[in-house]
């Protein structure tokens, strides 16, 4: 298991070929990544990050360890970005290894439910010299429900 | 103890982090206590329901003791991934 | 949309990162990836997989293009060997991008329950000098209900 | 038509591709034709549950008409991924 929280860019590939290198018994890796997205009407110049620096590795951890008693699961990666990024750039990524596709799958759906809504970070887009915090969206909250 | 503020918490109460001296019981009794400090306090805790609690860098609720605790921290709800 | 069955190996690393590059409207990518997996009791020398040249592509087209109809997908990639493969190396990988993360989740697990038993792939073990044809699983067919 | 096998069906019937003229009208009736044959090819029609089939690259069932068909495959369930 592995839990990064950090302000320099990752590179997905490397991370991802490292993940699933020489895993003789998983058969499964799944892994997500979030982009910061510029949707057509926002016209967003950049995205800031804030994060709450020793609770968010904690929160991140403790979120792993459940996935981990939850589902049969070979390791587990969680590697988050702060401060500022601009569209186009990685934000976040998880991954999962499993025996079975099912468990990677769930496993990582579930990380990235929690991550959304539990983990201690927070979002501010700045457009055309405007500025805003993401609010959080209903659906996120639900989303934990499945669980 | 510390008590540290994020997001829009710490841009209205115009700081990250400070020193409070209190006898507070409760994260709620906490509040009411920094309701009455200031404007800018006020309009923070304006409404519970859009703020979020930690303490001891724990998720927990307004209800929450505060015996013993070291750190207490204040924010919206969270937007990661 | 990419489709590629071929013999050679592939770099997951590689393509995750063309596949994630310069998603501006895109803010969730997932990947799956199948690793050939050697079971502690089956003691794995080698897989070997056949297929039905001509047939797999169009399988293999018909699936991709569906899961765009069912969800709001910017991209989908479906990467998959046939050959010898050893334990350990990379059988196959989806890629699925889209705006939502709940999108990317679904479309990909579509993908890969409909690869498992309706792409013309057929997998042979070889341990210890023994071989067999692997068997489909019930779960496997089951899982299509899903959908 | 040209008769495919693959998996277990080629390696019991010993062939992976051969030209059959019949005037079968549907796939059941080709099996038939084909298992009349010979006991290889008796034994790997055997059991038609544990058995697919395409007709012109198409997964189709055993009742599907053969009318035009220019190319026929049988094969185990599929196993990819």
């Known amino acids: ?13 490397a991370e991802a070929n490292a ?5 003789r018994d998983m058969g499964a890796v799944v892994t997500f990544t979030g982009i910061v997205r510029d949707l057509a009407s926002a016209d967003l110049d950049a995205m800031e990050i804030e994060h709450y620096p020793g609770m968010t590795e904690a929160a991140l951890t403790e979120i792993a360890t459940e996935a981990r008693d939850r589902w049969s699961l070979g390791d587990v990666l969680v590697i988050h970005r702060f401060g500022r ?3 186009g750039d990685l934000i976040m990524m998880v991954a999962t290894a499993a025996p079975h596709r099912r468990d990677a ?7 990235m439910d929690y991550l959304k809504s539990r983990a201690p970070f927070w979002k501010k887009e ?22 | 103890m510390d008590v540290l503020y994020f997001a829009w918490v710490r841009e209205r109460i115009g700081l990250p982090k400070e020193r409070v001296e209190t006898q507070a019981a409760t994260v709620a ?7 009455a400090r200031e404007a800018r306090y006020a309009a923070a805790f304006a409404d519970l329901s859009a703020l979020r609690v930690a303490v001891d860098q724990k998720l927990t609720g307004f209800d929450a003791p505060l015996d013993g605790a070291r750190e207490v921290a204040f924010f919206p709800p969270m937007t990661g991934g």
Chains 1, 3 share one sequence.
């Open chain 1, 105 to 111: 799958f769930e496993a990582a759906e579930f990380l």
């Open chain 1, 126 to 147: 700045h457009s055309g010299g405007a500025s805003g915090w993401v609010a959080a969206k209903d659906e996120d909250e639900d989303a934990l429900t499945r669980w």
């Open chain 2, 29 to 35: 009794d906490l509040v009411e206590e920094l309701r």
């Open chain 1, 19 to 23: 993940f699933a290198a020489g895993r």
């Open chain 1, 85 to 87: 990024l601009c569209p």
């Open chain 1, 1 to 13: 298991m592995r839990i990064v929280v950090q302000q320099a860019p990752f590179d997905l590939g």
